[in-house]
């Protein structure tokens, strides 16, 4: 190997190692801890009942149809258990997340690339502000919490980034490229696969509208010129996508066509927020938040930014996005994560423009104010963490404790750090380094607290399902709910629980005896047409919560007199 060529390589090994460094912290590191979501428990039990026999193709979640979304997340969840054999431990289930969202910051590199290497400065230390903005992603506060939980966003929004990288390979190549178009086509397929055509329309649509547009004067022209390549990866993307829909409609059409319905009347009429509701989307780039708000500050940024990355259409990718998301009545946080990759490739414009203007001492006042200002934003938070763990003090975490002295150190540290970087050396690189030290270190020491935090209002001695599901007495028997049952509690059943209606459904008689889980006392759910020939014994009893205001259940035993 040529030696001109080895410090190029092993500063694109360093980057890759520093790149999945920070997704280890962001992703995996105590990614058990939290209690399951709501959304997490849909999808896990969907998994276990698929990995427990049930059909892969047509999902069931507690024996009941499971078609208000895709199933590839499902899948992949199921495919884990498959290798390490039924489990209930959070951290496996969530592992195909936060493999997931580690592609996504990978694949995003890739893209940002690609965007940025015909930049006037990318010639001055190539693939670096590429390189910044997949760490900038990697670290940012919504990214982390979505590639944490085993949900189906950061499936749907981390293929549809994969082949958007791909998209723009193909369209800058010299060749025909069917190889990389049929690749793009595939992780639109998987895409749709992971949320129906949610993706396509928060992500792909807004960024291929502005690369068409006059924003991408430069290299729009390729997509004409890889117009056959373009059509491949549409038809690979609706065959793939298309795939798991048309089988579900051939199958089970009346169920699929009336949760259609009702998937269509919920943007209109379940979560509905305002227009501006996503307004303070940019908070979400975490510690990252000063250098976003410059690089969105178009006065400042556009002559500044310009020489590192196309800033015009970045930022018309990002607008593009942010008011399509906002013309949909239905809102949530969790929505707003294809905002975040040209969020994070703006910041990282913002962040090498000013590494580069200190190093050549020209910055001017604007730029030493908004270095200081993010020091001290870094230096308020080292001290509040400390300070809150000071006044909730909780078992573990409070004073006289070593992580409470361990976060004091680093966060004291960083704190230095920050202050010297932003009024004594003026290093914009020191804040990056300890922008991305204080969320590992948050996230290593303090992400433990989540089971303590979450049971610090809970009444001690409580019996919880988890405990009384091993009763004796219900083992070796069906199971039956009297009452509609949370997906949690199903999900903490350890196996379907499904809803039997005694007033309508008929009475398993070959069955007998089984076990039914109801809300009130037995007696008065069941007919007294049936109760005469029943054995009617309630042999346990369970909370809903850490809480006994949460609600309590009854387990009883149905036999035959």
């Known amino acids: 190997m040529p030696e001109s060529t080895l410090p190029v390589k092993r500063s694109t090994l360093?980057?890759?190692?520093?790149?999945?460094?920070?997704?280890?912290?962001?992703?995996?590191?105590?990614?058990?801890?939290?209690e399951v979501s709501l959304m997490e428990a849909r999808n896990f039990v969907a998994a276990r009942e698929m990995v427990a026999g049930g059909s892969w193709l047509i999902p069931t979640l507690n024996h009941e149809l499971r078609l208000a979304k895709p199933p590839l997340p499902t899948w992949a969840v199921a495919a884990t258990q498959q290798l390490v054999g039924p489990t209930n431990d959070l951290a496996l289930l969530r592992l195909p997340a936060a493999v997931m969202a580690t592609l996504l910051v990978l694949m995003f590199w890739g893209l940002a690339r690609e965007l940025t290497r015909d930049a006037a400065f990318d010639t001055d230390n190539p693939g670096r502000t590429a390189w910044l903005s997949a760490l900038v992603l990697a670290s940012s506060l919504l990214v982390i919490v979505s590639g944490r939980e085993g949900q189906w966003d950061i499936f749907a929004y981390g293929f549809v980034v994969g082949a958007l990288w791909l998209l723009v390979r193909g369209w800058r190549g010299a060749g025909q490229g069917y190889g990389t178009f049929s690749g793009a086509g595939l992780l639109l397929g998987f895409s749709m696969l992971s949320k129906g055509p949610v993706a396509l329309y928060g992500a792909l649509l807004p960024f291929v509208a502005c690369y068409l547009s006059r924003l991408n004067l430069e290299t729009r022209g390729g997509v004409r010129g890889h117009w056959r390549g373009t059509l491949l990866a549409g038809m690979v993307a609706l065959v793939v996508g298309g795939s798991w829909p048309l089988y579900i409609l051939y199958h089970v059409r009346r169920a699929a066509l009336a949760v259609a319905q009702t998937e269509v009347t919920a943007w209109s009429e379940r979560h509905v927020q305002p227009l501006w509701y996503y307004s303070s989307f940019f908070v979400f780039t975490g510690v990252w938040v000063v250098a976003t708000?410059?690089?969105?500050?178009?006065?400042?940024?556009?002559?500044?930014?310009?020489?590192?990355?196309?800033?015009?259409?970045?930022?018309?990718?990002?607008?593009?996005?942010?008011v399509l998301l906002s013309l949909v009545p239905e809102k949530k946080v969790r929505y707003m994560l294809p905002l975040l990759p040209p969020l994070a490739l703006l910041t990282a414009g913002a962040l090498r423009y000013w590494e580069t203007t200190f190093r050549y001492q020209q910055a001017t006042r604007s730029d030493h104010l908004l270095l200081r200002f993010w020091a001290g934003l870094l230096a308020v938070i080292c001290l509040a963490v400390p300070g809150a763990m000071l006044v909730i003090n909780l078992p573990g975490f409070g004073p006289n404790t070593l992580r409470f002295d361990v976060v004091v150190l680093v966060l004291g540290s960083l704190g230095i750090i920050a202050v010297r970087a932003a009024w004594h050396s003026r290093r914009p690189e020191l804040l990056m380094a300890a922008s991305l030290t204080l969320m590992a270190a948050v996230l290593s020491i303090l992400q433990p607290a989540y089971p303590v935090w979450e049971e610090r209002h809970g009444e001690r001695g409580l019996r919880q399902l988890s405990m009384a599901r091993r009763q004796p007495a219900i083992q070796q028997v069906p199971w039956y709910s009297l009452d509609t049952m949370q997906v949690k509690q199903v999900w903490a059943a350890g196996q379907a629980v499904p809803t039997w209606n005694p007033a309508t459904d008929s009475l398993p008689l070959q069955q007998l005896p089984i076990a039914v889980f109801s809300n009130s006392l037995p007696y008065t759910k069941i007919p007294a047409r049936w109760r005469r020939h029943l054995q009617i014994k309630v042999v346990d009893g369970y909370y809903l919560g850490r809480e006994r205001k949460k609600g309590h259940w009854f387990i009883s035993i149905l036999r035959p007199l």
């Open 14 to 34: 360093g980057r890759l190692a520093s790149v999945l460094l920070v997704c280890i912290f962001s992703f995996f590191v105590h990614v058990g801890a939290p």
């Open 293 to 322: 708000v410059a690089a969105l500050a178009v006065p400042y940024a556009k002559r500044r930014l310009g020489v590192f990355l196309p800033y015009g259409l970045v930022l018309g990718w990002l607008l593009a996005a942010l």
